[in-house]
């Protein structure tokens, strides 16, 4: 009776064993850059990135307008009147230049809060779709930083969640 009970245990341990794990990897970088999500992001903040730039030329040329009257007019001014105006540009310019980078930072982080939000959502689907598809692990990957040295292709999952993600950001 012994041996039969053993013999019982050692089958579940080695079928326990033998459960196969499913496994698949992303290309992180290809997902990323291709999700249409993170697309319009960078379009949106391209666009103002552009009008930030006319503005800012437009800031410049203004200044630089007012600079040369300035030295136009400076040679009918006492010594101290032109000290006192130039004292007044450099002041103007300085100002003008930070406030310019300010508005420049913000909009960076609000592109880069932007794109990390992007960020957690892909990571939260494909641990999602991972949960609902029975995968053990999914590995990510990319050119700079390969952490799958090779894969099958038919493991390759990134075209695969990168149209599902598409699809649902479509919804939205």
Do not use: H
């Not at 105006?85 to 230049?97: A, C, G, H, M, V």
């Not at 590995?139 to 493991?155: D, I, K, Q, R």
């Amino acid at each position: 009776m012994k041996k039969i009970a053993w013999i019982i245990l050692s089958l579940f341990v080695l079928v326990g064993c033998q459960q196969q794990q499913k496994i698949g990897y992303i290309d992180n970088g290809k997902l990323i850059n291709d999700y249409q999500e993170k697309i319009d992001i960078e379009e949106k903040y391209k666009a103002k990135d552009e009008v930030f730039s006319r503005r800012t030329d437009s800031i410049g040329k203004a200044f630089q307008l007012e600079a040369q009257d300035f030295q136009l007019k400076a040679q009918r001014m006492s010594q101290s009147k032109q000290q006192e105006k130039y004292d007044e540009l450099s002041q103007k310019q300085q100002l003008l230049q930070q406030q310019l980078q300010f508005e420049q930072q913000q909009l960076q982080q609000a592109f880069n809060s932007e794109i990390d939000s992007v960020i957690i959502k892909v990571k939260d689907f494909v641990q999602d779709y991972g949960e609902n598809n029975g995968y053990t692990y999914i590995l990510g990957t990319t050119e700079a930083s390969s952490s799958v040295m090779y894969g099958l292709p038919e493991n390759d999952l990134t075209q695969i969640v990168l149209d599902a993600l598409n699809a649902e950001y479509k919804k939205d």
